[in-house]
């Protein structure tokens, strides 16, 4: 079966179109065409435990190349995710990397996956420089099936999901 994007309407706080890819494999991002208007805000939910440091670098290295402006890491091992992104950015003897320094970045690993969700549709935002190219979100979910259900319903009614998460943080 071949692998595709899902696209669903406008939403979230910059209204931008809102997407889902579910992959089995981190290695299947590389056969995915992304058909975005311009730059994207990404969430990764990946749990990275048994990735090897080159294969992060390889997803994160494909996703700066296809336009990610902005990316959220979330599950299990996030942190170390979040480090070989940064440093994907930043290289190692700065400006070595192909990548802007303007790309904003997050690990949300004492978070839930709602939680994280609903910040990277309500509250990640490019830098300046890339407000106004950033039309896309997407929501990369890497051997996470169980999540799958809790992204297309966020996609599906942003506002919905928005006001369940804001109302169970209140209860707490």
Known sequence: MPLRMESFARGG???RRLHL???TRAEDLEEISFD???HCSVIMAWNAVDASASLIANVVEGLLDRGAVSISC???DCKRVHDILAESIVGSTPPVSQYSSSTMTTCHERESFEEALWYALFVAQPT???EASCRDSL???IDQPEH???G???LNDPEHFSGEVLREKSDD
């Open 152 to 154: 297309r319903a966020a």
């Open 74 to 76: 979330w599950g299990e």
């Open 13 to 15: 706080l910059s209204n």
């Open 21 to 23: 890819l579910e992959l």
């Open 36 to 38: 975005f208007e311009g």
């Open 148 to 150: 799958a259900v809790i």
């Open 128 to 130: 300046d420089q890339f």
């Open 139 to 141: 929501v990369l979910l």
